[in-house]
């Protein structure tokens, strides 16, 4: 069925033309558009239901294809000051191409662990070769205490991979919740001068943040440490397990993986 917009009448589906006005006629169920805001039109409606402008003010009317795709909003939300500031922290901030990436807070490798055997070869021996075990012992305990005072210096001059710029208040907000959580009462802070000191386990940590963006930490006696403690093999084992505790642990807070 054939329908003239304008003058409202109906006509076969073989009509071109309507014989009142001339006007071309067209599809009574074909489905026709605003084409003044595009909303839907009803068969010959005469006005627009959503923006009320008359059909024949805006000329005929067309099919008007609508996206399917939504427009995308633009927030009118400002935004914080601080979160500026914070974005634009973040992106300067770099992680340091040197340095050492722990994988777990476990302690740092023994390097003595083969020792116990050469103890265990000179009790086995000092029997039957009458005094030749005592005097492996001797050499396998100077060799011990050698190795131990390489590998405490050598954990002093570790650098692990950090990131900078970083301020020690910053690695405190941080660090702190987190140790506590793990160690609880055992674990201490304090502050001494351009470093962030901890105390665990009778020993003090020095953070100290290097000029290539990595970071160290140094360790030493306290005070009651130095006067009570004589077993160096002690020692060592508290440094190792001190300084992969703290260091592993600043690295997650920082998201420095590997």
């Known amino acids: ?42 068969p010959g409606s005469q006005f627009c239901t959503s923006c009320g402008q008359s059909v024949g003010q805006v000329g005929d009317t067309a099919h008007v294809q609508k996206s399917s795709e939504p427009v995308p909003a633009v927030s009118s939300m400002p935004v914080d000051a601080s979160e500026k500031q914070q974005t634009a922290v973040d992106s300067n901030r770099q992680i340091s191409s040197e340095g050492i990436v722990l994988q777990s807070g476990a302690p740092l490798p023994s390097k003595t662990a083969w020792c116990k055997w050469g103890y265990l070869l000179s009790l086995i021996l000092a029997v039957p070769t009458h005094g030749t075990g005592f005097l492996l012992a001797l050499v396998v305990y100077f060799l011990q205490y050698q190795i131990i005072s390489f590998q405490r210096a050598k954990i002093r001059r570790m650098k692990f991979k950090f990131v900078s710029p970083v301020t020690l208040d ?89």
């Open 170 to 258: 910053e690695i405190y907000s941080r660090l702190q919740p987190a140790l506590q959580q793990k160690c609880g009462n055992t674990i201490k802070f304090d502050r001494e001068d351009d470093s962030l000191v901890i105390e665990y386990d009778s020993v003090l940590y020095d953070i100290n943040l290097n000029d290539d963006g990595t970071v160290s930490i140094w360790w030493r006696k306290t005070l009651s440490g130095a006067l009570f403690s004589f077993r160096d093999g002690k020692l060592y084992r508290k440094i190792r397990t001190g300084t992969a505790l703290i260091a592993y642990e600043l690295q997650q807070q920082f998201d420095v993986h590997a």
């Open 1 to 42: 069925m054939k329908f003239c917009e304008k003058c409202q009448k109906e006509y076969p589906d073989d009509a071109q033309f309507c014989k009142i006005c001339g006007s071309s006629l067209k599809d009574k169920q074909e489905a026709t558009f605003c084409s003044h805001c595009g909303a839907k039109l009803g």
